[in-house]
């Protein structure tokens, strides 16, 4: 177990918090999706209300290690301030700490807190060498306070500055967000109430390989629908038609269907599927055998009989884990499999688990996340979790 924001004391401390603020932006700078900062306020909050004195970081997209402002900080600023209904010091600096941010941070007191600018404005934050820039400019923000927390379980798997270099200068815990994120997916690996049903989607098998190997010695059932669902079919033989095919991965498939027998694990393909004629929202479509789909033809989304299939078994699941969705859920045609499995995990008695990325995201358009025990923050940070990996966001803070 890790250290809290709760295990030690912040009274009277200056407190670094790393935060997921990379949130969507329209045209004009307006936030579009404010999840990932409602998501960072407990602890916020817990910080603030305690006596700490908060210094906030994050990234947000991808300015390519140098200052571009339609990348700045300043809208996440301005939601914060109403939120916490206190000021948030913003200055939209560049080199994201200088005098003046310094200067600030120095006299930051208990109940205050002050926004960095982009930590991605500034090349060292991502370096992979971890070179001297990279030590630098984490010695650099270590400076600002006495203690760092990890709250950005989105960005837990890269080893950055600001998400693990930090912590070589001053103690690390971490804080809600990551503590939730660890305590529903490490207890779906480690312990899970079974029986245990995963779901996977996505386009291609290649990208979900280490997925499904650590899954198979877990689960009790694996459902696999998308786009990744016709690899497995076509290894079994069966016609795809002009289906979505990671061919690279044919033998692979063909191997992990093997692997799931011999573990007694239920590997359960999709039945049925609907077929357009082209990759386009408004094609012709008509359902047919996923066994037998015409040349002429791509599954889009799984058929009526599939989702039936995966409901049942979410349904008398004690444990459900899904990533990926079903068909082609952004064209509003395709979207019936992804949402069939949304509503049946919704309705369920079980713990549900939505591993972020285009899960959290169908999830939220049907208006269904509030019904799931938890939806993770992180796509590329869940994968990588179920994976078995470590992520170094995470294990820099403090053991318990």
């Not at 990890?150 to 930090?166: K, L, V, Y």
């Not at 990671?246 to 007694?264: N, T």
């Not at 393909?269 to 996923?290: M, Q």
């Not at 889009?300 to 969705?325: C, H, M, S």
């Amino acid at each position: 177990m890790k250290k809290t924001v709760r295990d030690i004391e912040v009274k009277g401390k200056k407190v670094i918090v790393r935060c997921d603020f990379n949130v969507p932006l329209d045209d004009t700078g307006k936030i579009t999706d404010d999840t990932r900062i409602a998501g960072a306020v407990p602890t916020i909050r817990y910080l603030l209300d305690h006596g700490a004195a908060v210094i906030l970081l994050s990234h947000l997209g991808r300015p390519k290690g140098a200052p571009d402002p339609k990348f700045s900080l300043r809208p996440v600023a301005e939601d914060l301030s109403a939120r916490l209904e206190i000021p948030v010091w913003f200055e939209s600096v560049p080199t994201v700490i200088d005098d003046n941010v310094r200067t600030r941070a120095a006299h930051l007191k208990g109940g205050e807190v002050m926004l960095l600018e982009n930590t991605r404005f500034r090349s060292e934050e991502t370096d992979e060498d971890h070179g001297a820039g990279y030590d630098s400019f984490s010695k650099e923000l270590a400076a600002l306070a006495d203690i760092f927390v990890n709250d950005a379980f989105g960005t837990a798997h890269r080893a950055h500055a600001s998400t693990a270099g930090i912590a070589d200068y001053i103690p690390a815990v971490t804080g809600f967000l990551v503590e939730k994120e660890v305590k529903y997916l490490g207890d779906a690996l480690t312990n899970p109430v079974r029986p245990f049903v995963a779901i996977l989607g996505g386009a291609k098998v290649g990208d979900k390989i280490k997925v499904i190997e650590n899954l198979l010695e877990k689960v009790d059932t694996l459902l696999i629908g998308g786009g990744m669902a016709f690899t497995f079919l076509k290894a079994q033989g069966y016609e795809i038609g002009a289906s979505k095919l990671d061919a690279e991965s044919l033998d692979l498939a063909a191997q992990l269907l093997r692997q799931a027998k011999e573990k007694g694990v239920e590997l359960v393909l999709p039945v049925d599927v609907k077929a357009g004629e082209s990759f386009d929202n408004d094609t012709p479509a008509d359902y047919c055998a996923a066994s037998a789909i015409p040349a002429d033809r791509m599954g889009l989304d799984i058929g009526p009989e599939t989702a039936a299939l995966f409901a049942d078994r979410i349904q008398k699941a004690g444990t459900v884990l899904w990533n990926g969705p079903m068909g082609v859920f952004e064209f509003s045609n395709f979207t019936q499999g992804t949402r069939i499995v949304a509503e049946a995990m919704a309705a369920s008695d079980a713990t549900t688990i939505i591993g972020g990325g285009d899960s959290a995201a169908a999830v939220e358009q049907f208006g269904l996340a509030e019904k799931m025990s938890h939806v993770s923050t992180g796509g590329g940070a869940s994968l990588e979790f179920i994976e078995g990996r470590v992520l170094p966001g995470v294990a820099v803070c403090g053991d318990q």
